[in-house]
């Protein structure tokens, strides 16, 4: 049995992605998907690679996810999945990824906290007297 890896980054998340033939079963962190994703809308992010290349019954994907929130750990077990996707057939798959915008990393990262201020950029209010 062939197994396809890769990995997703997203804002402190990381997402490693183990694709192999199957059903169609997705499971993050030993727990299925409607386990780990309570909201609707996060679980559309992690399917929406095997829906555009239309694979969404073909593979079984094992995740293993850690850092970061639930919604940037979504975003890199997306980019972990078509990222495996476009590794395992690269003419048939890779095109329609890339159309869609889901072989780009999200490279934006939280500002770091200045010393002085009480925010990466925000200051203290200026008192002219």
């Not at 993050?28 to 992690?46: C, K, S």
């Not at 889901?102 to 203290?124: C, I, N, S």
Request: glycine share 10%.
């Amino acid at each position: 049995m062939e197994q396809t890896n890769a990995i997703g980054r997203r804002k402190a998340a990381v997402a490693r992605v183990y694709l192999s033939a199957g059903k169609g079963a997705i499971t993050i962190n030993d727990r299925p998907l409607e386990g780990y994703f309570a909201e609707e809308t996060l679980r559309y992010v992690v399917r929406q690679p095997l829906e555009v290349t239309g694979t969404l019954g073909e593979f079984d994907i094992k995740v293993t996810v850690d850092g970061g929130g639930i919604k940037g750990q979504a975003e890199a077990i997306r980019l972990g999945i078509a990222r495996a996707l476009s590794e395992k057939d690269r003419e048939a798959y890779r095109s329609a990824l890339k159309a869609a915008g889901l072989l780009t990393r999200d490279a934006r990262e939280v500002e770091r906290k200045k010393p002085g201020q009480p925010g990466a950029r925000r200051r203290f209010q200026f008192s002219k007297r």
